[in-house]
């Protein structure tokens, strides 16, 4: 079985754009998380969906959004980019929410410039 | 409120001695707590859980890890260490909600 794709693998912006990242789960996987991850530092939660609705959200500016559509895929949306959001971003499946271990895709790096 | 400290930023051992990589956490509630490896420019990669049960969990790649409720601790470890197990390592806990938190990590160092 294919594990979590994410695309793209790198992305560079200018300040004050607006960036769309994309994850695609492990088959039969219902549940997604973001992760936001700066070097030297541990992945920090974004947001979780399950079943297409989000069931929380980490400390994250409004600026951040996400979605989930009826085939578990799903968007992380950031507008109004600032230099603070260069960081690899990981998207990770589970067969549902709250206490099933996490598999995470490769991630995609953002750079913001 | 949960949070994870992994105290080492980094671990140094001969090839073929133990290892222990250390955690300790703060939940409210059951604890469920996970190990992840996270090799360089890739994604972070599940090697063992404990939800309940035997205190000793073993995982993927000879590794196991001890659950200590009164220490509140979840360390990592592994009778004999590989070069290959170089990499850096995440500690991360959750109550059973949504929210996962991970620890800053401990890069582990293995020398030939």
């Known amino acids: 079985d294919a594990g979590v794709t994410q695309s793209p693998t790198h992305l560079i912006k200018t300040r004050g754009q607006q960036v769309t990242l994309r994850c695609s789960p492990i088959s039969g996987h219902k549940s997604v998380s973001w992760y936001q991850q700066v070097l030297g530092q541990g992945p920090q939660f974004i947001f979780q969906?399950?079943?297409?609705?989000?069931?929380g959200r980490g400390n994250f500016p409004d600026r951040f959004s996400a979605r989930q559509f009826p085939n578990y895929s799903s968007e992380l949306n950031v507008n109004a980019l600032l230099l603070g959001d260069s960081a690899l971003y990981l998207c990770?499946?589970?067969?549902?929410?709250?206490?099933?271990?996490?598999?995470f895709g490769p991630g995609t790096r953002l750079t913001v410039t | 409120a949960q949070s994870v400290a992994q105290p080492e930023d980094q671990v140094n051992v001969a090839e073929g001695n133990p290892l222990t990589v250390k955690c300790t956490y703060s939940v409210s509630g059951n604890p469920y707590l996970f190990w992840y490896v996270q090799y360089p420019n890739r994604g972070l990669q599940f090697l063992l859980k404990y939800i309940t049960g035997d205190n000793l969990v073993k995982g993927s790649y000879g590794f196991e890890a001890e659950f200590n409720k009164s220490q509140t601790s979840f360390h990592l470890k592994k009778p004999s260490a590989l070069v290959s197990d170089s990499a850096l390592y995440f500690c991360?806990?959750?109550?059973?909600?949504?929210?996962?938190?991970f620890g800053t990590g401990t890069r582990l160092k293995v020398l030939a």
């Open positions: 991360a806990v959750t109550s059973g909600t949504y929210k996962y938190i």
């Open positions: 990770a499946s589970s067969l549902a929410a709250g206490g099933y271990e996490q598999y």
């Open positions: 969906y399950y079943e297409k609705e989000e069931r």
